[in-house]
């Protein structure tokens, strides 16, 4: 089984509408992070928490909002989904530690209509 | 100007290639460089890690990093059609960088064989 998993895969939606996106890591890692991937800008960090009681945002935090359910769950909301958060968004986990390896999943395809 | 720039491609090789991917950068408190690769449909994995100025070699893939020059480079010797993915350069300042990773947009390689 992956270290760390995403629901849904893929996900289309319309305007407006609330979206959760769920990631469930088995690495048993303290860090956790939600990124988005558009062409041509690369990886930007949404938000990342370092144990349960701690969540920050990242470079692009805005309209969206994360709940570190325990140390293995990490969810994205999208409160109201408008077309340009149409993207891949992936979740990753690392440990710390001189590198801080980032592990990630295997993303999720969002559309809003 | 982002942080980070590196050049998206697409680059198409024939197979034995030898090939040269590269990121350029504007902070010069970056200390720690990585290659992620990434193939299609699935999340960047990480390839070579490399802290400060110099080479590092692993296999048929070597990191260089010119911190005088804000220039790093990723070379695969004997390039084959499995290393056809997605490259993201990335990069932090401090040890344990948690969320303070800074990619690149990403080059898409091609590998013909």
């Known amino acids: 089984d992956a270290d760390v998993t995403q629901t849904p895969r893929n996900r289309i939606t319309k305007t407006g509408k609330r979206i959760m996106l769920e990631c469930s890591q088995t690495?048993?890692?303290?860090?956790m992070y939600w990124y988005r991937q558009d062409p041509g800008l690369g990886l930007r960090l949404i938000y990342y928490?370092?144990?349960?009681?701690?969540?920050n945002k990242g470079e692009i935090s805005d309209g969206y909002s994360v709940s570190r359910q325990a140390q293995a769950k990490f969810s994205l909301s999208l409160e109201s989904a408008i077309p340009n958060q149409t993207a891949l968004y992936f979740c990753a986990t690392s440990a710390g530690g001189e590198t801080d390896t980032q592990y990630f999943g295997p993303g999720t395809r969002l559309t809003v209509l | 100007q982002k942080e980070v720039e590196q050049d998206p491609g697409p680059l198409s090789v024939p197979e034995g290639a030898i090939v040269s991917l590269n990121c350029t950068y504007s902070?010069?408190?970056?200390?720690?460089f990585m290659w992620y690769r990434q193939y299609s449909r699935k999340g960047p994995e990480l390839l070579m890690y490399?802290?400060?100025?110099g080479n590092k070699e692993d296999g048929r893939f070597t990191a260089q990093v010119d911190k005088s020059s804000k220039y790093i480079s990723l070379f695969i010797r004997d390039s084959q059609p499995s290393d056809s993915a997605t490259y993201l350069c990335a990069m932090s300042e401090i040890y344990n960088q948690g969320g303070k990773l800074i990619f690149g947009q990403g080059t898409e390689l091609s590998v013909k064989p």
């Open positions: 490399t802290y400060s100025s």
């Open positions: 902070n010069s408190a970056f200390q720690y």
């Open positions: 928490s370092f144990d349960v009681k701690d969540i």
């Open positions: 690495k048993g890692h303290d860090r």
